[in-house]
């Protein structure tokens, strides 16, 4: 379980990263902390999705990272999907709008072109990534995850309340 809380916290705190650095979003997430829990949620999604399903597939390495790659950017479109709705029906905002920004957009939330990253994205998660992290996160001090738990409640909580 601290295994995959672990991850969680990782990648949406390097999400956050990526929002504010490399797309200039100073907003990133919907959270007052340094966190975008949106993209905790899609490794987590993939790391499951590697454990039950692709891991049992005895398949090359190649048909292995397609399937992968292919998977990936289904479950992540529909979690994109998912967090854009319910973020629009909880607050009352739109975070993102794939509109009039992508040609080839399914309503407000996925496009083509970004579902096209996020199967990318989810081949590099399981094939480049999680080699180099799980070298380290079991190192993780047990203390360390409780109080990232602990921040997040109160965030949530604090932000269920101050932005509704």
Do not use: C, Q
């Amino acid at each position: 379980m601290l295994y995959y809380l672990n991850y969680f916290f990782i990648f949406s705190l390097f999400g956050n990263f990526i929002e504010r650095f490399f797309y200039h979003d100073s907003s990133s997430g919907i959270l007052f902390g340094p966190w975008t829990h949106i993209y905790g949620f899609g490794v987590l999604t993939i790391l499951l999705i590697n454990h039950f399903l692709l891991k049992k597939i005895k398949w090359h390495i190649i048909p292995k990272i397609i399937l992968t790659f292919f998977i990936g950017a289904i479950a992540l479109s529909i979690i994109e999907a998912i967090g854009g709705y319910w973020i629009e029906w909880i607050f009352g905002i739109s975070f993102w709008d794939y509109t009039y920004a992508y040609r080839f957009n399914i309503g407000k939330y996925v496009a083509l072109e970004k579902s096209l990253l996020w199967g990318l994205s989810a081949v590099a998660i399981i094939y480049i990534f999680k080699p180099l992290v799980d070298k380290f996160i079991d190192k993780i001090p047990n203390y360390l995850t409780y109080a990232m738990v602990i921040l997040f409640i109160i965030d949530n909580i604090f932000t269920n309340i101050l932005k509704r």
